[in-house]
């Protein structure tokens, strides 16, 4: 098993930016690919992008490419999602997931087949 938690999720303004982690813990993390989803209310769950296991390559969604960037840091066995200029219409909860393949990982919502491992979310609210 891999356990995920998100963190740093909190109420923003319009125009900030912030940062989320997703701390893991149990396998091995340089293993997995990671995503971050989001998932607003009365909405369907959101790919927002993903990284691969060594780092090397990432695919965003077109609605947050230039505005959101995700690293990752093996040695810490964690995974970043830098927001800037939020917007109120980035109000959600935020979710990272892990799984052995990028490819599946990229494909967006919903996935081809259950992603191996989900957080269980941080909510992110931001205001006008």
């Known amino acids: 098993q891999l356990q995920l938690e998100e963190s740093g999720g909190g109420l923003a303004q319009a125009g900030d930016s912030r940062r989320l982690s997703c701390g893991t813990s149990?396998?091995?993390?340089?293993?997995?690919?990671m995503g971050w989803f989001r998932q607003a209310p009365g909405k369907e769950r959101e790919f927002l992008g993903g990284?691969?296991?060594?780092?090397?390559?990432?695919s965003y969604a077109d609605s947050v490419k230039g505005r959101f960037t995700i690293s990752r840091d093996n040695a810490k066995n964690t995974v970043y999602l830098q927001m800037n200029s939020l917007k109120p219409e980035d109000t959600a909860i935020y979710y990272c997931?892990?799984?052995?393949?990028?490819?599946?990982?990229?494909?967006?919502?919903?996935?081809?087949?259950?992603?191996?491992?989900w957080g269980p979310g941080t909510q992110v609210t931001v205001s006008s």
């Open positions: 997931a892990a799984d052995y393949s990028f490819q599946e990982l990229i494909v967006g919502w919903p996935p081809n087949r259950p992603l191996d491992y």
């Open positions: 149990g396998r091995t993390f340089s293993n997995y690919a």
């Open positions: 990284i691969s296991a060594n780092g090397d390559t990432t």
